[in-house]
Structure formats: structure tokens, C-alpha cells
């Protein structure tokens, strides 16, 4: 299965600030997705990144808040824009392997003060 | 509204028994029924999948579908300590979009 480098593995930020969270994959995917994880809380999907177009997005999420590129199929970036502590949660990037399941990045612990 | 429910927990187990964790879904169209194991500060690992009817052996491990009932469980024989974790029951349909349940608890008592 794929394996997938995500950073930062952790940040604390100030609110009304951005924060740009990476995904490299170390082979080409067509299925790259976003999720965020509330403390205590199952995963919740933001939305599915699509190489070459623009994301499509959950309900109750929006680009001007959670802009997702796509430039190619190994990578992609997460900002989590004008933060609140509301924005405080672990980020996650996932891949769709081919009969095989979904692999997940690392996590990007954030915290918003 | 797809939704996955799971116990949640927690569910307490001695060393050695076999732990059962629960799992339904409400989108008959659903195909792909996957088990992560969650450990506190960490990502999700895919431990089992399943695609079709019956029982699916992995090791220890036992996943179990029903699509009629609309149920899929995951059996832990000769559960260890290293066992304990969260443990998330994820659906996905043909749009390839994974929907969680939001997980159940496992301690293994040693």
C-alpha cells in the first residue's frame, strides 16, 4: 500500500492565522481525501482533493476556510484558514489503494490559541 | 445521511478472551467495510477488510458481514494487552468517500 509523509506533525498557531499542512505520497494515487478528527471524536471527512480541479467538499466545509491543491498525483496541501480555537483537531490525509483499503498520513496535531 | 454506528464502548476484556466489537450502517449501496485500529495519539491502521458475505480470517483477527442486516463485526481472539486502542468501523460506497463510526474503546486487561 502507499505510504504517505505528512507535515507538520504538529503546530500551535495564533488565531486569525493560516496553516498550510502537506501530504506526499511515494506513488501516484487518482483517490486523495482530507479529514479532520475533533478531540474525542471519530473522523469526520473535509473533502476529496482532485488532481487538476478544484476539491470537492463536504457538507458544513467550504473553500474559503479549507483550500485544497492538487497539482499532481503524489501530493497535496490542507490550509486551515483564519483560525479559530474552534479549528483546534488532528488533520488527516488518506489515500484510496486499490482493493486493498484506505492509508492514512501521519496527522497534523493543531492547536489554535 | 449515511451514518455507521459502533458501541461505544468501552469495552473491557481479560487478556486472552475474545473481544466482539459491533458495527451497522444505514447505505444499503455500500460495498467496502474496513476496521481500523486507533492507538491515543495516532493515525488510523487499516487492520481488516471486507467486501463480501461471511467471515474473513486474518490471524487473530475476524471480520464479519451481513449486508442484508446491514452489519459487519470484528472479533479479537486471544486479545493482549496491545490490543487495547480505539477501534473505528469505516463504510464506503461506490464514490469511494469512507464514513466512520465513531469507535469503540477497547481495554485488555492483563
Known amino acids: 500500500s502507499a505510504v504517505i509523509s505528512q507535515k507538520p506533525s504538529r503546530d500551535i498557531c495564533q488565531r486569525g492565522t493560516s496553516l498550510t499542512i502537506q501530504c506526499q505520497v511515494d506513488s501516484q494515487v487518482t483517490m486523495m481525501f482530507w479529514y479532520r478528527q475533533q478531540p474525542g471524536q471519530s473522523l469526520t471527512l473535509i473533502a476529496t482533493?482532485?488532481?487538476?480541479?478544484?476539491?470537492?467538499?463536504e457538507s458544513g466545509f467550504v473553500i474559503d476556510k479549507f483550500p485544497i491543491s492538487r497539482p499532481n498525483l503524489t501530493f497535496s496541501t490542507l490550509t486551515v484558514s483564519n483560525m479559530s480555537p474552534e479549528d483546534s483537531s488532528i488533520y488527516l490525509c488518506?489515500?484510496?489503494?486499490?482493493?486493498?483499503?484506505?492509508?492514512f498520513g501521519s496527522g497534523t496535531r493543531l492547536t489554535v490559541v | 445521511q449515511k451514518e455507521v454506528e459502533q458501541n461505544s464502548g468501552p469495552l473491557s476484556v481479560p487478556e486472552g478472551a475474545i473481544a466482539s466489537l459491533n458495527c451497522t450502517y444505514s447505505?444499503?449501496?455500500?460495498?467496502?467495510f474496513f476496521w481500523y485500529r486507533q492507538y491515543s495519539g495516532k493515525s488510523p491502521e487499516l487492520i481488516m477488510s471486507i467486501y463480501s458475505n461471511g467471515d474473513k480470517e486474518d490471524g487473530r483477527f475476524t471480520a464479519q458481514l451481513n449486508k442484508a442486516s446491514q452489519y459487519v463485526s470484528l472479533l479479537i481472539r486471544d486479545s493482549q494487552p496491545s490490543d487495547s486502542a480505539t477501534y473505528l468501523c469505516a463504510v464506503s460506497s461506490s464514490n469511494y468517500k469512507l464514513t466512520f463510526g465513531k469507535g469503540t474503546l477497547l481495554t485488555v486487561n492483563p
Open positions: 447505505d444499503r449501496g455500500s460495498q467496502s
Open positions: 482533493a482532485n488532481q487538476g480541479s478544484e476539491a470537492t467538499y
Open positions: 488518506s489515500v484510496a489503494n486499490e482493493g486493498y483499503g484506505y492509508t
